[in-house]
Structures are given as structure tokens and as C-alpha cells.
């Protein structure tokens, strides 16, 4: 990693007015991404910022901002290309919000979805995820230890179930009816919609009780998921053809790894990002025969790049596959995968 033939040399840098956590990628031909601010206070902010291709730089526009109730935990564009202005947030609730590529035009809320019948609170929401398959339906992971899967047409709960032993921290679909989620008890777990009694632990933690913080499932060959453990500074790979026991772990973080993407237009590439600094790139298809035989080893980062300070957000583009944003501190870095 010392070589610079491996350091990821192309960058553009925001500088925002608050410490950012929550970020996405709109589906739009031009990169423009939501940012959520990390602030210890009721008052949030989400800005919409556009990548300006003359000048290289990521632009703020007053009229696309909007305050945001407490720190959004996630923050997610509608998955079509088709509706761009769709954006979704989590924190106590989950929100729909109207984000128009107008300059002049505010953004407005378009829905609130509580799925408390006792109040208007709810648990907070840790994550969740857009179904690309269904983009009718979002599914929400909480400190509840539950999974609740929303109809957004008609703002109804379609289906809500006790997932885990412990609160639920993310939440990943892989079809269009089956979804998967980590928790604070260790657990990588597996369901279908199509028979919600059962569910398949398909990984846990080898050191018991310990959180597994994000999923990340490979939407282009999905064999393979990747999660990281609470202060883990490993990534670690599944094979859910092989459950149980990890296909592959990425030992190159040097303190914990916060968070993990796939390369979207697939090609077993893998990046993540850590209290270390860094952003690694991976590359799965060297070692066992690209990963037939279900297992890697030795695996060294393929490229690296040095943020100066702690990456607590990276997102790759799913429809801009060329770049990939990180978050660490009040900065957002584009970098040109």
C-alpha cells in the first residue's frame, strides 16, 4: 500500500457547514448527493450538493436544504433513474421527502411513516434499504429488534417482525421478497416475505455478543454479503451458499472499519473505509479461482487512499460507477474509483 502506483489520486472536496454522517447518491445523470448532518441537537440539516463538471467542485444550493429531526441514521434516493427527486431519511421515523432538481424549487416533506399505534413515537430507526426489485417498499431495521417493511403507496406497515435478539442496526435487500439484517446480537439472518415464521442465520460473530454493524449485500452476484463487527477492523465476506463460516476476511484497517461498499456494476470489488483513515479497495475475483470455490485468502487492498482523519460514511454510486464518496468530519471526498 506504500506504492503510490496504488493510491487513488483523483479527489473533489466539499467542505460542509456541519459534521456530516448520513449520505447518498441521487440516481440522476449528473452526481448530486444528500447530506445529513451529524449535530447533538434536536435541529438537523439535510443539504443537497451537485457535482458542477466544469469546475470539478460539489455546489450547495440554499433552496435544497432542509432541517431534519435529529441526525438522520440514513439517507436514500429512490432507486429508479425515473424518479430522482424521491428521497428517503430514518432517524425516529421514516420520511419521504421531495428533493426537485429545480434550483428554486424547496424540497418538501411528503410523508411521515410511524409504526407506533400507541403514540407518535416509535423506536428510532437504525437503517434501511429500498427494494430495487419492488421500489414500492422499504424496509427499516431497529433498536426494537425488528424489521418492518413499509407499502409506500398506501404509508401501511405490509409486514413487521421480530428479527433478532437484540437491536437490528441494518437492513439489506437481495429480492424482490428476501432481505437480510445484522444485529447486536452477532447474527447475519436471512428472510423470505414469502414465510415470515422462519428465518436462517446464515453467519455470527465469533466472539459472542458482539454487534455487527452494517450489511452490504453484492445486488450484481447475490452469493455474497460483507459486515464488519462493533471496533472490528475487519471486513468480513459471506458466502450464503456456504453459511456459518466467512468466505474471506479483508485484514488491511488498522482500527475500526465504519463502513463497506460493493463496486455496483459488479466485478467482486469491494471498498471500505475506517477510523483509520483509510479507504480500501479490494479485489475478490484474485485468490481461489475468482471465489468459485467459495473461499479467499491473503488478500492485500488494491488500492488505498489516506483521508487524514476518521471515515465514518462511504457510498459508491450506483448509477455514476465511477466515483465514490466518503464522509470524515465536516468534509465529503468524491473520489474517482
Not at 194 to 213: A, F, G, M, N, V
Request: glycine share 6%; proline share 7%.
Amino acid at each position: 500500500m506504500d506504492d503510490p502506483s496504488t493510491t487513488i489520486q483523483n479527489t473533489i472536496t466539499y467542505e460542509s457547514p456541519h459534521p456530516v454522517f448520513a449520505m447518498a447518491f441521487s440516481p440522476s445523470p449528473s452526481p448530486r448527493l444528500a447530506l445529513g448532518s451529524f449535530i447533538e441537537d434536536f435541529t438537523n440539516k439535510v443539504h443537497i450538493v451537485s457535482l458542477n463538471e466544469e469546475t470539478l467542485t460539489l455546489q450547495s444550493n440554499p433552496y435544497l436544504s432542509f432541517d431534519h429531526p435529529y441526525p438522520p441514521t440514513k439517507l436514500l434516493f429512490h432507486p429508479s433513474p425515473s424518479s430522482p427527486d424521491l428521497l428517503a431519511s430514518s432517524g425516529d421515523c421514516l420520511r419521504l421527502w421531495s428533493c426537485p432538481s429545480s434550483s428554486t424549487s424547496p424540497i418538501e416533506l411528503r410523508s411521515v411513516l410511524n409504526n407506533s399505534k400507541l403514540s407518535e413515537f416509535s423506536a428510532p430507526i437504525t437503517s434501511f434499504d429500498w427494494n430495487e426489485w419492488d421500489p414500492n417498499l422499504i424496509g427499516a431495521s431497529s433498536v426494537d429488534t425488528s424489521c418492518t417493511v413499509w407499502d409506500l403507496e398506501k404509508s401501511v406497515v405490509s409486514t413487521q417482525m421480530i428479527a433478532h435478539d437484540k437491536e437490528v442496526y441494518d437492513i439489506a435487500w437481495g429480492e424482490s421478497s428476501i432481505f437480510a439484517s445484522v444485529s447486536a446480537d452477532g447474527s447475519v439472518r436471512l428472510f423470505d416475505l414469502r414465510d415470515k415464521e422462519h428465518s436462517t442465520i446464515l453467519y455470527e460473530s465469533p466472539r459472542p455478543d458482539t454487534p455487527l454493524l452494517r450489511l452490504a449485500w453484492d445486488k450484481m452476484d447475490r452469493r455474497y454479503m460483507a459486515t464488519f463487527a462493533m471496533d472490528g477492523d475487519r471486513v468480513v465476506v459471506i458466502d450464503i451458499r456456504s453459511p456459518t463460516a466467512p468466505a474471506a476476511e479483508m485484514k488491511g484497517h488498522r482500527a475500526a472499519v465504519n463502513a463497506v461498499a460493493w463496486e455496483p456494476r459488479g466485478g467482486r470489488h469491494l471498498c471500505s473505509g475506517g477510523d483509520d483513515g483509510q479507504a480500501l479497495m479490494w479485489d475478490l475475483t484474485v485468490g481461489a479461482a475468482a471465489g468459485d470455490t467459495g473461499s479467499w485468502g491473503g488478500i492485500e487492498p488494491l488500492l488505498a487512499y489516506s483521508a487524514g482523519a476518521e471515515i465514518n460514511q462511504l457510498q459508491w454510486s450506483a448509477h455514476q460507477p465511477d466515483w465514490i464518496g466518503i464522509a470524515f468530519a465536516s468534509k465529503v471526498q468524491l473520489l474517482r474509483a
